[in-house]
């Protein structure tokens, strides 16, 4: 009795040990069926006491950490015996790789485990550690490890190291930070937001800047982390080298991303939230599909017998293995919509527009079909379950007197007439964005108006251009575009990490300033637009008011720390609006409501052959923590 007791007991450790690993969990712990089954990945590993040569395996992608809680953090490393990624597609439990036909068994090209630990301690020489665990990884999950590191105190910032068992065999070094509780009412706080990074296109440095600056708390990403395309350049080259549709693809191609030193740093030394947009599944996606592939067996045959939906399956399951994201629901693991209470400052909230439950979007050749549909009353980005979640979380965020609602959208949410820049009359709105949903654009606009609820701010990315515009009802609310009355909150669309924007970066910033006078002609709440530069935005988020900061990288030829300020926007507590005059009555470039465009004014060589006539300020390269 006793010694059956105490077996249960160690196996009950020895598991525990194995599911301190979230990764195994993934995509359900409720559906083994759907995914690995804890059980026999244990037994599986269990008769090997030989565990991997420490010296053997190295940190091959660095650390990272994401989604803080107050008292809880997650905590991201891979530890591999090989910078190659597994080349298994085991999406169902017992369909192993490879079939001996000696051994009349299934084997795995790799199934020695990887035991490791990890620290994490309030001072960077890791004397102070306040929690400690072991986890597990082996090839079924990449070599990736995810562990939830808890009992942390509140807005409090924190070092973490992995390290293999046994050994000296250290990974670098991380920081990360806890939120505050959410009746915190001290905490200020500020946040770069980020999307559409294309590795091949060019050097991250947008990542890199606000790491070196220091001025943020946390990093918000509004996806396209990546890009599935067989697009390679000279110098950036991007692996595998085929479009991605299999969980070996998108491994590698997230393992070839989380090469890029920038964004390494971000990662270590940053809490990030991120959601995904297309491209992490593939581009124009939408609930059953994507612009590429029709679901038909034509698409099946051109994906090399990758249908759409295992398609999806694959990417999702490299995301959860390689992004440092809680997955919220464990019986659904397609979903990433979620949000966090940050103090009584604001609530944020991270909507899945894309992948999740969203109708029938642009393909390309449906066009003008999307446009006949778009004010369609049964139209909707996320699916009633999300969608009655996201008006709930807006509500719920009133009523506990959070200051501020940022709501993380993949995609921009006012109407752009966009006749100005790339689309016709024909169809003058992007129909993949918002403006193809307008019954659920309602129907968060009537939730906020019914419900009183101010001080809303939309983050956007996606459109690979900055759009700054007052939050408006457009024909149905009352709005002054000079005043800003009758709007009920901000958005901020971010442009592009590195995707190429509306104007070709070898053009005169002058061409696309033209473009931007268009826009913000035809559109009377688009505030400010621009389009020539790449880069981010920082939020530095107070009781009193939001700061917006926005910056533009000019050169992403080589590894550089240039960047412009391009604008600056305030909204004040409670004005639901942009400041007046808006951007402080002066931007560097784009166009502006009723304000003026500084321009160019000194010269800059930025060291790759091409220069450019602006104030760059330069944040140096090296960085310590
Ligand atoms: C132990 O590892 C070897 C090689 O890695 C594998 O062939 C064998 O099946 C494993 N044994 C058990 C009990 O899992
Ligand atoms: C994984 O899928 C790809 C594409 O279908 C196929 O070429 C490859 O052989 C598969 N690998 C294994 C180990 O089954
Ligand atoms: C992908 O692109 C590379 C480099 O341009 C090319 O060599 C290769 O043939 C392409 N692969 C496919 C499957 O098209
Ligand atoms: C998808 O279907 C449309 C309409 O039939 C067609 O024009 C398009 O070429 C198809 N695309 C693919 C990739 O099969
Ligand atoms: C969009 O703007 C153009 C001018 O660039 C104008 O002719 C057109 O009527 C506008 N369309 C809509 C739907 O507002
Ligand atoms: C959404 O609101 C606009 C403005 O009032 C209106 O023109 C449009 O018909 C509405 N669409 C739906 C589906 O409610
Ligand atoms: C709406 O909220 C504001 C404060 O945010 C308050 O002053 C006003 O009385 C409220 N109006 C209604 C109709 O509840
Ligand atoms: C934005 O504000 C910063 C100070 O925080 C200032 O240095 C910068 O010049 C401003 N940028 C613009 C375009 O006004
Ligand atoms: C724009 O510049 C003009 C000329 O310098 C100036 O009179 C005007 O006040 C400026 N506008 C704003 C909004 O600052
Ligand atoms: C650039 O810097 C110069 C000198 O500091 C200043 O006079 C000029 O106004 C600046 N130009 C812009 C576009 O900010």
Redesign the pocket.
Known sequence: MLSLLSLSLLATAALADWSGNVNYGSPSYLHPALGLSMPKVVKRHSGNASYMDPASLSFTHGVASGDPYPDSVILWTRAAPMMDNDRSNVTVEGTVPLYNHDTKEYVRASSSPVCLTYEVASDSHMMDVVTSGKAYTSSDIDYTVKVEAGGLEPFTQYYYQFCVCGSNNKSPLGRTKTAPTADDDTANVGVAVYSCSNFPNGFFNSYGNAARKDDVDYVIHLGDYIYEYNTTSEKRVVQPEVEIHTLYDYRRRLATYRTDEDLLLSHSKFPWIPVWDDHEVSNNGYRDGSS???N?E??FE?AGGVSVDQRKMNAVRAYFEWMPIRQVDMDNNLRIWRSFSIGTLFDLIMLDTRNYDRSITT?G??DEYVKDISNDAGRTLMGSDQENWFYRSLVESNERGATWRLIGSQIVFSRINQTASWATLDLPLNYDQWDGYMANRNRTLKTLYDNNISNNIMLAGDSHANWVSDLVWLDEKPYNPSTGSGALGVEFGGTAVSSSGPCDEDEPISACNEISRGLIRDNEELQWNEGWYRGYFELHISKEKIDARFFGTPSLQTRNGYEVSLANFTVVDGANKLSRPVGGGLVQDGALQGGNVSGSKVTVDTNDGRWFVHNFTRVTLETTY
Do not use: K, P, V
Request: glycine share 10%.
């Open positions: 590429g592939m029709n038909t034509d698409s051109m393909l050749w449906n």
